[in-house]
């Protein structure tokens, strides 16, 4: 990280929230699903799928969890009466995973069974490492009644190999991304390929969600080398990110699908995802410093 990044970083806290949308703008579909649905027809024009996520997390109370399960259920409806396929990924935090476990299911499953009868699908998506155990064990119990779901792993946990191995020979659908553990860029380059390895190697889905085109090629060759079915395997991004290596990635015949993510809690993500990215934070401070 540059001194600029690393600048920038620390003075997120002080920056305007009217600089953040700004820069945010690219990252997100907007505030409501009538935002998400034009994102999405967007991303249709340009031979791309698309993920809808519904933004929140680490709720404290289940009123909240609730609420946030109508949202999918709509957002799941939404989709469907647009002629889309309806396809969702959920943080479990934001259903009440910390607070109720077993209401978070219960308000999962409501909506994995929406999306079974519009012929969708949700992603369970995999947050902070003390969750990882539970996320699994929902995503199992889901998968177990037949409901159409898949999962995310992180390439830098180290636990992830076994994990991978288990997921691949069930079959179950896997989400690959980087998360976090290993430090250096070589090691969590050689821990995602080593994962990547096992997933396509196995009877499921497997979606390499990276934005690292060094890692875009290599997934390529793997591809190419086990011979995997194109239909078992796509490329993941996130909205406004590198939309020329999205458009390459189409262009060399890859299905990829982008995480379009909307609703009123956009500061709280795209903060993280500026933390995340010091040199997007740096474009915003730099927003801040040079405005009208």
């Not at 709509?74 to 476990?101: E, I, M, W």
Request: net charge positive; hydrophobic share 45%; aromatic share 4%.
């Amino acid at each position: 990280m540059g001194l600029l990044g690393r600048f920038a970083v620390s003075m997120l806290p002080l920056v305007p929230r009217s600089v953040v949308a700004r820069v945010a703008r690219r990252y997100i579909a907007g505030e409501t699903l009538e935002d998400a649905l034009r994102t999405v027809k967007a991303l249709r024009e340009e031979s791309c799928e698309a993920t809808v996520d519904v933004l929140g997390e680490f709720i404290t109370g289940m009123d909240r969890a609730r609420a946030t399960a109508e949202s999918y259920v709509r957002t799941v409806r939404g989709l469907h009466g647009a002629g889309l396929v309806p396809n969702v990924s959920v943080k479990l935090t934001a259903f009440g995973l910390l607070v109720d476990p077993g209401e978070c299911g219960r308000l999962v499953e409501g909506v994995a069974r929406e999306a079974a009868a519009a012929g969708g699908f949700v992603r369970v998506d995999m947050e902070d490492s003390p969750c990882t155990d539970r996320t699994l064990a929902v995503h199992g119990a889901l998968r177990a009644k037949g409901l159409p779901v898949g999962v995310v792993v992180q390439a830098r946990l180290r636990r992830t190999p076994a994990d991978a191995a288990r997921l691949a020979a069930e079959g179950a659908s896997v989400r690959l991304c980087k998360g976090i553990a290993h430090t250096g860029r070589a090691a969590i380059r050689a821990a995602f390929l080593e994962v990547l390895e096992i997933l396509l190697r196995g009877k499921g889905r497997v979606a390499v969600a990276t934005h690292d085109e060094h890692l875009v090629t290599r997934a390529e060759e793997a591809l190419r080398r086990l011979s995997v079915p194109r239909e078992r395997c796509e490329f993941q991004m996130l909205l406004g990110v590198l939309p020329d290596l999205r458009r390459a990635i189409v262009r060399r015949g890859h299905r990829l699908r982008v995480y379009v993510p909307y609703g009123t809690e956009w500061y709280a993500y795209s903060t993280r995802r500026l933390r995340e990215n010091p040199e997007v934070a740096g474009h915003v401070l730099r927003a801040m410093l040079f405005r009208g």
